[in-house]
Nanobody, 117 residues
Framework: QVQLMESGGGLVQAGGSLRLSCVVSGIWFNWTSKGWYRQAPGKQR????????????NYVDSVTGRFTISSDNAKNTVYLQMNSLKPEDTAVYYC???????????WGQGTQVTVSS
């Protein structure tokens, strides 16, 4: 059974930092592309950052230079370090994995990130 378990969300003031973690089980972690997505109230879900099997990373423009995605293959865990947080970063953040095709086929349950001004 495939499971993606996020943790690390919470309430933080603008300018603060949070680190999200996602433990993945049930799939071959090393050969899976992983990503973080977010959905703010009234908005569509958007990709925040992705990391491929070979460690290549991509970010949405709005978080470039502030967020860092990383992967620890020994722990089957993918992280999202978020610095200089802004109120517009407030959203539910989802971890996702892609084992086939180009879009995620496994999702976590989401973790709430709230940034106060």
């Amino acid at each position: 059974q495939v499971q993606l378990m996020e943790s690390g969300g919470g309430l933080v003031q603008a300018g603060g930092s949070l680190r999200l973690s996602c433990v993945v089980s049930g799939i071959w972690f090393n050969w899976t592309s992983k990503g973080w997505y977010r959905q703010a109230p009234g908005k569509q879900r958007e990709v925040v950052a992705t990391i491929t099997q070979d460690g290549s990373t991509n970010y949405v423009d709005s978080v470039t230079g502030r967020f860092t995605i990383s992967s620890d293959n020994a722990k089957n865990t993918v992280y999202l370090q978020m610095n200089s947080l802004k109120p517009e970063d407030t959203a539910v953040y989802y971890c996702a994995a892609t084992t086939r095709g180009s879009s995620p086929n496994y999702w976590g349950q989401g973790t709430q990130v709230t940034v106060s001004s």
